[in-house]
């Protein structure tokens, strides 16, 4: 069986290991017993904030690397610069 690590750290602090054939651990070693309905409550939660930063992912995907921008500043000065981030940050705004 495979476990969704990730909603079960966000809904359980205490467990520090997870184990897909054995369960969940705490920081002593024991088991932690766990609920799935907590658990898919947590992946609802995870669900949501990834697709809060879809922009943010676009964005850095298309910003250039730092020696273009750097080339462009030194080419076109800051305001070309911040047109051309501005260009992308317009493509691709915040919710």
Excluded at 45 to 66: I, K, Q, V
């Amino acid at each position: 069986m495979k476990l969704d690590h990730e909603a079960i750290y966000k809904s359980y602090p205490t467990v520090v290991s997870i184990d897909d054939s054995a369960g969940a651990f705490d920081k002593d070693g024991k088991s932690v017993t766990l609920e799935q309905s907590k658990i898919d409550a947590a992946r609802t939660t995870l669900n949501t904030e990834y697709a809060a930063l879809e922009y943010s992912r676009n964005r850095a995907a298309e910003y250039p690397d730092y020696a273009s921008q750097l080339d462009d500043i030194y080419h076109n000065g800051i305001d070309g610069w911040k047109a051309t981030i501005k260009a992308i940050k317009d493509k691709y705004p915040k919710p």
